[in-house]
């Protein structure tokens, strides 16, 4: 594989995101989520001691998957997938679509990765990768996808959850999780959108994306950081809501104590 130019994608990456409204928060948002998947992307990988080849196209992925969100923003005034389009799919379809000039080939001229590239970003989102790929695209899906999961945690403490779940504060204090999700957050699952039906339900379901990391490095990132941690304290106006969360961060806290204990 030919040696990734990180200037170069940066330079274009900022061309690209400079025909949006970068005043607006929700772009700000995106950006500076799209530079720090790309740093979470290349620790994982070394923590993998891939070979610096692969760290730079770790790295790259990360700087390229959310590219869908700019234009999903300015056509839908939403980042929310289902009242709008597949963010995954149409960053995808951005990078990849041209017939002949793909604007993939602004960011790196070589197209010896493409068809892994295009499918990392195009399933990062996904509920899970598909079941027929290589060992190798796999690994990168999931180097991804856990760098995206992490930063998403990151997201839930420094954005209002009020502004996040477009719910008022009285409802998202006073709601309760349901039955439903409770037991897939037990099952050690992550909680699918249908699932959820009450407020507090999306922030179980935040939380519950802890137990989809695949790579044990990105689940000591995620006890570093302590964004995790500070989710799991939310307090609850509810006393049954209060008691549920108790129960969940015990849970969460013997999960990541045995998944990050010393081989």
């Known amino acids: 594989m ?19 409204d970068c005043t607006d928060e929700k772009i700000k948002l995106k950006i500076g989520h799209t530079y720090r998947v790309a740093e979470l992307c290349e620790r994982i990988a070394r923590a ?24 999903q923003l300015r056509r839908y005034h939403t980042f929310i997938d289902a009242d709008s389009i597949d963010h995954a799919a149409l960053g995808a379809d951005i990078l990849f679509g041209g017939e002949k000039d793909k604007i993939i080939r602004t960011y790196i001229d070589f197209a010896d990765e493409d068809h892994l590239i295009e499918l990392a970003i195009r399933v990062h989102s996904a509920y ?41 504060t009285q409802e998202l204090k006073s709601s309760v999780i ?27 379901g935040h939380i519950s994306l802890v137990y989809e990391l695949v790579f044990k490095e990105s689940l000591v990132i ?8 500070q989710l799991m304290n939310f307090t609850s106006e509810n006393p049954v809501t209060g008691e549920q969360f108790a ?9 990541l104590e045995v998944s990050t204990s010393p081989d």
Request: charged share 35%; aromatic share 8%; glycine share 2%.
């Open 2 to 20: 030919k040696t990734i130019d990180r200037e170069r994608v940066r330079k274009v990456f900022r061309e690209y995101v400079a025909q949006y």
């Open 48 to 71: 993998e001691k891939m070979v610096q080849e692969d760290v730079d196209l770790a790295w790259l992925l990360g700087m390229l998957h959310d590219v869908g969100r700019f234009e």
């Open 128 to 168: 899970r990768i598909p079941a027929h790929v290589s060992e190798r695209e796999a690994m990168f899906c999931h180097i991804l996808r856990d760098a995206d999961k992490i930063d998403i945690l990151r997201v839930n403490i420094e954005t209002p959850l009020e502004e996040i779940y477009n719910t008022t």
């Open 178 to 204: 349901s039955d439903e999700v409770m037991q897939a957050f037990f099952e050690h699952h992550a909680i699918l959108r249908a699932l959820r039906h009450s407020t507090v339900d999306h922030l179980a």
């Open 222 to 229: 995620v006890k570093e950081q302590g964004y995790l941690r």
């Open 247 to 255: 129960r969940m961060r015990e849970e969460m806290e013997h999960f």
